[in-house]
């Protein structure tokens, strides 16, 4: 069964540290991944898109990482602030051959709340 | 400026009153979607649209209806609703293909039936 599955759920830090989210995937055939930030009450944004021969992607201070063999990402967030409190959202495509365009599979998210 | 919209962003109805929520893009985007989004669980994907005129069940279409007469509207119809369907809605939209394409998301619309 296709699932993405993200820790922790959620995660309280103080501004400025570090800090870093995982994401655990069987979908497969894969096609790519994709780090979301949804804000309270808004749509997803999108931070990083990585195809399977890329491991490591930037966006700012959001850097994802991508492990095509264990099928295992992360994210990344350096210095914190405080506009960071959201949910982050792992999205992982499953390739669809037999069709125009491919299905995306969400994880659950995982809120994160920064603290001053 | 590129976006997707939908309107309205929030609606308290009764069961069995039927209702539609808006959805359109102006990025002449073929892909259209719509997602619904419930405590504890992922995005979940309704019904979805390739085209104007072609749309397809998603994961969980029942209780659902749409339709894509023009390639930037994509509404979502809800005949008879029922509280279950108390929900927090997402449309997307994206161009096509096997390629690595961004979707955009809307801004919400958050649906309360009593």
């Known amino acids: 069964k296709n699932q993405v599955e993200q820790s922790p759920q959620s995660l309280i830090i103080l501004e400025g540290k570090n800090c870093t989210l995982q994401c655990n995937y069987t979908v497969s055939p894969f096609s790519n991944l994709r780090w979301y930030k949804q804000d309270t009450g808004r749509g997803p944004v999108s931070l990083t898109i990585?195809?399977?021969?890329?491991n490591t992607k930037s966006n700012g201070r959001y850097t994802a990482t991508l492990d095509a063999d264990t099928k295992q990402s992360s994210l990344h967030i350096t210095a914190s602030q405080l506009s960071d409190s959201a949910s982050y959202i792992c999205v992982v495509t499953n390739m669809n051959y037999g069709g125009a365009t491919n299905k995306l599979i969400f994880g659950t998210g995982t809120l994160l709340a920064v603290q001053p | 400026e590129a976006q997707v919209t939908q309107n309205p962003r929030y609606l308290i109805t009764v069961t069995g009153k039927k209702l539609t929520v808006t959805c359109s893009q102006n990025?002449?985007?073929?892909?259209m979607s719509w997602y619904r989004q419930d405590p504890g669980l992922g995005l979940r994907q309704i019904y979805y649209s390739m085209n104007v005129e072609v749309t397809d069940k998603g994961d969980v279409p029942e209780g659902y209806k749409v339709s894509r007469k023009e390639k930037r509207n994509f509404p979502l119809i809800l005949e008879s609703p029922s509280p279950n369907q108390t929900s927090l809605y997402f449309c997307?939209?994206?161009?096509?293909?096997?390629?690595?394409?961004?979707?955009?998301f809307g801004p919400g619309t958050r649906l309360t039936v009593t």
């Open positions: 990025m002449n985007h073929e892909y």
């Open positions: 997307a939209s994206s161009f096509i293909g096997q390629g690595t394409y961004e979707q955009y």
């Open positions: 990585m195809t399977f021969s890329e």
